[in-house]
């Protein structure tokens, strides 16, 4: 069964940095498109970045420049470097991993939350 655990969230300070990690129960071999999204309280869920499995990354506008995505296939791991970071980035951050046959598979979330 799959399994993807967030971790690395917590409460900084603006213009502070994280980074968060999600961890798969299987190699990442088995996905193509992983990816970060996350969700504020009363909106709805939005894409943050996406990385393939070739390593193509694609950011959503309001991240590019601050975020960074990547992937390590050895360790099993999706990673997200968060640079920069405003009181607006403040919210529960989700794995996703999409199966290359089959499967759209969610973490359990990560809060971030931005604040002085």
């Known amino acids: 069964q799959v399994q993807l655990v967030e971790s690395g969230g917590g409460l900084v300070q603006p213009g502070g940095s994280l980074r968060l990690a999600c961890a798969a129960s299987?190699?990442?071999?088995?996905?193509?498109?992983m990816g970060w999204y996350r969700q504020a309280p009363g909106k709805q869920r939005e894409l943050v970045a996406t990385i393939t499995g070739g390593g193509s990354t694609n950011y959503a506008e309001s991240v590019k420049g601050r975020f960074t995505i990547s992937r390590d296939n050895a360790k099993k791991a999706l990673y997200l470097q968060m640079n920069s970071l405003k009181p607006e980035d403040t919210a529960v951050y989700y794995c996703?991993?999409?199966?290359?046959?089959?499967?759209?598979?969610w973490g359990q979330g990560t809060q971030v939350t931005v604040s002085s």
């Open positions: 996703n991993a999409r199966g290359i046959i089959a499967g759209d598979f």
């Open positions: 299987v190699s990442i071999f088995n996905f193509g498109t």
